[in-house]
């Protein structure tokens, strides 16, 4: 286990394990804490995680973890690692089983007063509307060949169906389609678990959760982005359901069988990876990239469902109901990017497990609209805590490959949330606080109780403080809906 007398701090909120802690180690490993935070991470092997990713090979710079850093399989979640192309490794492990899970924020042009006398029943609308819960299929019923579509169009082929608008895809991270998926790389079985989950929430930490703007921090940055304080606000966070799981259980077992042919000494099996470069590494790229696809159309289908239900309830009701976009960002995926290094631009694969992208201002990959602002960066809490709108910062390009942290990060497992915490007096202490709750199973409400978790605030204030994104805004639930 590390101990802190094996690492030391070199900037306000910046850690670093040197290379020499471990003759395996070929970059440092370097995560971002506060005091209270340093505490938290000594209780899980995250920071034996973060280290073991220190030894992939193609790493460069450092390795990182974010402020939200907690146990994983293989890389901790809120892990980064950038290899250098053609020969560094792409993992797996690297990106996790819930591909492109991320999250979508939509505004209203509402103040929260005039949404109040519908609130109760929109939450039911959109429960009903919105199917979650383990295993659960949804309503939209794919034709054949379709889902082979929806791999490799991703949001392209919710618009091509009446799903999105173009507006959608402007502010979605990529458009909502990664280019070079390849459907014939997701095996049968994925397709199989997939084909009838397109427009569904799934269950665990995943929901959707309707907002008010409590905060603003940066008046010009919230009004490029379309935020006013006492705005009504939507939330979605999910990803690629079963696809993409089997897609990394698939893969996971191919690289197993497969390691051995590149000499790689590993310190931890679950670090499983391939030369991006080798036939191995380049099929998973092409999966993960379509498993990608999927919850990005996932994730409008969605969103188009919550529009109907806004329509279904408000309609005539108040003067506008209608939803736009903020932006949708992905928090596990593996990206092929060129970042300056020691003075140079390299080609890397980025590893983003548990991270989000936080561009700064300037970068090309934002819509022209953000260009001045830097990337939105979206950090949901848990029920019944803070929500976070930041935004991306040349600082953090310049220390993180242009990332940040993407939550507030567990500090509690599932299984001890569940033992500790009664699901329906969680539910009632919610409603008294005006937060109102539809959940399919009280154990799942339990396992995500605000106690599960670390403290949102405190997890950007580390981030903001470091310079590797910037607060904007801040969002207060008043409905949250879950499996």
């Known amino acids: 286990m590390v101990n802190v007398y094996d690492f030391k701090q070199v900037e306000k909120f910046v850690y670093e394990i040197p290379a020499s802690y471990r003759e395996d180690m070929r970059v440092p490993a370097r995560f971002y804490a506060d005091a209270e935070l340093l505490e938290g991470v000594k209780n899980d092997r995250s920071l034996e995680q973060l280290v073991n990713t220190a030894t ?79 295993g659960r299929g949804g309503h939209i019923k794919l034709k054949s060949g379709e889902l082979d579509r929806v791999i490799e169009l991703g949001s392209t082929w919710a618009m091509k169906r009446g799903f999105a608008t173009e507006a959608d895809l402007e502010f979605t991270e990529e458009n909502g389609r990664l280019e070079g998926a390849d459907a014939g790389r997701v095996s049968p079985r994925a397709k199989n678990r997939g084909k009838g989950q397109v427009g569904t929430l799934g269950a665990g930490n995943h929901f959707i959760e309707i907002d008010v703007v409590d905060r603003v921090l940066d008046e010009s940055a919230a009004r490029g982005l379309g935020l006013f304080e006492n705005q009504v606000a939507v939330q979605i966070h999910c990803g690629s359901r079963g696809l993409g799981h089997q897609v990394c259980s698939d893969y996971v077992k191919r690289f197993q069988k497969s390691i051995h042919q590149y000499g790689f000494n590993l310190p931890d099996r679950e670090l499983v990876c391939a030369p991006l470069s080798s036939p191995e590494g380049q099929d998973y790229l092409a999966a993960m990239k379509g498993a990608a696809n999927y919850a990005f159309a996932n994730r409008q289908v969605l969103a188009s469902l919550i529009r109907r239900s806004f329509e279904q309830t408000l309609a005539g009701q108040v003067t506008n109901h209608s939803l736009y976009q903020i932006y949708d960002i992905a928090h596990n995926m593996a990206k092929v990017e060129t970042h300056i290094v020691d003075g140079r631009p390299l080609k890397l694969c980025v590893h983003r497990k548990g991270a989000t992208r936080a561009f700064g201002p300037g970068s090309r990959e934002l819509p022209a609209a953000y260009r001045d602002i830097g990337q939105p960066v979206l950090v949901p809490g848990s029920m019944g805590t803070a929500s976070w709108v930041l935004v991306g910062t040349q600082n953090s390009m310049k220390q993180t490959f242009g990332s940040s942290c993407h939550g507030a990060g567990r500090r509690m497992s599932r299984k001890k949330a569940k033992k500790s915490v009664h699901g329906p007096k969680l539910r009632d202490q919610l409603e008294s606080r005006g937060i109102h709750v539809r959940a399919g199973s009280m154990s799942g409400l339990a396992e995500e109780a605000p106690a599960a978790y670390k403290d949102v605030n405190r997890v950007v204030g580390v981030v903001h403080g470091a310079g590797i994104a910037r607060m904007v805004a801040r969002l207060r639930p008043i409905a949250v809906i879950k499996g």
């Open 56 to 134: 992939l090979p193609g790493a460069v710079k450092y390795a990182l973890a974010m402020p939200d850093i907690h146990q994983g399989y293989g890389f901790p979640i809120g892990g980064v690692v950038a290899t250098q192309l053609p020969d560094g490794v792409i993992s797996p492990g690297g990106v996790g089983y819930d591909i492109n899970c991320g999250v979508r924020l939509m505004a209203t042009h509402l103040q929260q007063e005039e949404i109040k006398p519908y609130l109760d029943v929109l939450a039911s609308s959109i429960h009903v509307n919105c199917p979650s819960g383990v």
